[in-house]
Structure formats: C-alpha cells, structure tokens
C-alpha cells in the first residue's frame, strides 16, 4: 500500500463522505427523538418572520451557514468554487476546510483562496486544526482574508485516522492562546467538533480558556471514525470509535448538555450546531434546544458534487428553499424570528432522554 499523502487523504474525505449521505438520509438519527409539539392555533404571519440571527459580530441572514470541509487538491479547489458560489448568490456564511494542508505546503493555497475570489463580501471563515500555534492561526485568517477563524478538535479521527496525531496534550493550551491573540486582533473565533460533539465539561474548559463560539458538532451525519476507518488495514479495525457504533454524543444531547450548564458559563457562550442536520425541521430542533445557528457539511456537499458545473446555482436554490421553508416553519410554530424559537415545547424521548437522563453531572 502507497503511503497516503496530505493531499490524497483528502480527497478520500470528499469521497467516503459523500458516500455516507443517502444512509444518513434515510436512517432514523437523534434528531427523530426530538419533537417540537404542534398547537394548530399557535401560527402566526409569514410577514411577522425574520431569520436574521446574531452571531458574535455578525448578523447571519438565516441561522444556518455552510460547515468546514474542504482544500488542499484540485477536486478540492473546483468544490470550494461550487460552494463559495452558492455561498454567495444565497448570502450563507460559510467556512473554509483546514487550512493547515496550505500552510505546509503553499502550492496548494489557491484550493483555498478560490473562497474568497468568488464570495468577496460574504462572510468567510478560515479553518484549522487544534494543536496549531497562534502564528499559524494568524497565517490562516490572513491566506483567507477571512471574518474569523473555526479551530476544531478533532481527537476521535485524529486517532482512528492512520497517519493522524495521538498527542493531544498540548490542545486546550494553544486554544487559550489562540482565544486571547485573536481576541486583541478583533478577530472572532469558533471552536468545534469534526461530528463526535462538545460535552458540557468540555464547554467549560473552552469557555475558561476564553472562547466565546462554540459548535457542537454532534454525531448522527458525517462519521470520521467511520471515514477514517474505511482508510485503515481492515486487519487494524478501528470501528467501535464511530459514530455508528455509538461512540461520541449526538447532536441533540450535546445541545441538551450544553443547555445543563451553569447559567454563568452557559451566558458566556453562543452556541451553533451541526451534525447530521438533514433539512429544515432539523435547523428548527436544533434552535429549539437551544443552538442560535446551524452549520451543514455533508448535506451541502453531495449537493455541489451532483452539479460540479453550474457556478453552485443548484446549491444555492437549496439554500434559498431553505431559508423559505424556515420562514414557514417559524410561522407555523408561531415564532417571529429563531431566537425566540427557544421558548417552544419540546419532547425529548427515546435514545436521546435516556442518554440525557443517565449523564452524570461535568
Ligand atoms: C468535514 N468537516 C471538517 N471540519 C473541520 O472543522 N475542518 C475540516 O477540514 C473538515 N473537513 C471535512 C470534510 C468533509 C468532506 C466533511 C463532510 C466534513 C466536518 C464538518 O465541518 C462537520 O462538523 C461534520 O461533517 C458534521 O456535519 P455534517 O456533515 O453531518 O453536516
């Protein structure tokens, strides 16, 4: 077997990734656990709605935006393209893959700034890994002319992943010196999972370390472990570490965590979500359990790589449907924008109250 390269590793991401989709599509996930309650008197007027969220800084025409994924190769440049694109038309934010691959090896940072070519106003985020240094964060708010920075612990892949870091002492350290450098910069910075979710307890190390944004990115969409997996020895199984064996927290019951937190520490925070976040309904469970906006990856993604062609056209009529279908959900559920979707009636049952019910206090 060939060594995987940098590069190469990523386009198996893009492929075994979009490979996941149809399953996560069709399958019954955390989500399904979560009911909002429907009162048929509770609607109110379409017109009485507005999506727009704030986000630190930022105001987000809608509350949800497009999640890191890609950059590094020349699939991986013509998929930013697409995305940007639709990003643009549709005026989602949206962030940009790890830009660590382009730090190390500049030939590869045109993948990358292509983000900022084709969506120059919109709202950019550049991305890197944790374990990076606060110069390389610098670096990669710089290459991207980005808004702001998504810096992501990833430890579940980064240990199922062959060649991936098994060190992960280091991480909280460097986050706390990211936080306050970027912090003097005025530049804002967003902490995430890759899809195993942030806990409560890990919140609140975040929170100390002065991070603000968080996104839980729970399981329940994307599997690196699986994805990760799928790249080893089959000799060196690796599988109980993901999602699908039920590893990592979902989506759901890392919002229900972060919802148990010290109103101190929870006030600090503005949390996003993502994971496996299939359509509206699901942005709408997500703002209900507490989240003020929602990122996608996987779901866009098979979009922009079942129309490679169209300038993210098709990508970007999703989004715009999108945005419609919430308007028309916050009138059905009777909430003028997603800020006050918090007060509604939720039900909790199945896996996810169990989970939450057994979770010993962070
Ligand atoms: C990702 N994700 C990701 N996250 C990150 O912070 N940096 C990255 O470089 C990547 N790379 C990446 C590649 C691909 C192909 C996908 C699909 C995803 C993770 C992503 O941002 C998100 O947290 C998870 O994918 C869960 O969301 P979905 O895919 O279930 O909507």
Not at 95 to 119: H, K
Not at 130 to 149: H, M
Not at 276 to 287: E, F, K, Q, T, W
């Amino acid at each position: 077997m060939t060594e995987p390269t940098a590069a190469s590793r990523k386009d198996d991401h893009l492929r075994l990734a979009a490979e996941q989709q149809p399953g996560i599509r069709a399958a019954r996930t955390a989500f399904d656990d979560v009911t909002v309650r429907h009162h048929a008197l509770s609607g109110i007027s379409p017109k009485q709605v507005d999506l727009g969220v704030d986000v630190g800084p930022w105001r987000f025409p809608a509350p949800f935006y497009v999640n890191g994924m890609t950059g590094g190769t020349e699939k991986a440049r013509a998929l930013n393209r697409t995305l940007a694109q639709a990003a643009a038309r549709a005026g989602v934010p949206m962030a940009s893959g790890s830009v660590g691959i382009a730090l190390d090896d500049p030939s590869t940072v045109e993948t990358f700034t292509v983000i900022r070519q084709e969506n120059p106003h919109g709202i950019v985020l550049a991305n890197i890994g944790a374990g990076r240094s606060v110069d390389d964060a610098r670096r990669a708010v710089e290459l991207l002319a980005a808004d702001g920075l998504q810096l992501h612990v990833n430890a579940v892949q980064e240990t199922v992943m062959p060649e991936g870091s098994r060190d992960f002492s280091g991480w909280l350290g460097l986050i706390e010196q990211i936080a306050a450098a970027l912090d003097d910069d005025g530049v804002p910075l967003v902490v995430k999972e890759v899809g195993f979710g942030l806990s409560a307890r890990t919140l609140t190390q975040l929170r100390d370390a002065g991070v603000r944004l968080v996104d839980v990115a729970g399981t329940g969409g994307t599997d690196f472990a699986r994805i990760e997996n799928d790249r080893r020895d089959p000799v060196e199984d690796l599988s109980y570490l993901s999602a699908a064996a039920g590893f990592g927290l979902s989506t759901p019951a890392a919002l229900l965590d972060a919802a148990s937190l010290p109103s101190a520490v929870r006030h600090d925070l503005t949390v996003l979500a993502s994971g496996g976040v299939r359509h509206p309904l699901d942005v709408m469970r997500c703002l209900a359990l507490g989240a003020r906006a929602v990122g996608v990856a996987g779901g866009f993604l098979s979009v922009a790589l079942e129309h490679p062609d169209d300038d993210g056209a098709t990508l970007a009529t999703v989004m715009e449907s999108w945005r419609e279908q919430l308007v028309a959900l916050h009138a059905l559920f009777g909430a003028p924008s997603p800020t006050e979707f918090t007060g509604v009636d939720v039900v909790v049952t199945g896996d996810t109250a169990d989970i939450v019910r057994a979770q010993t206090p962070s």
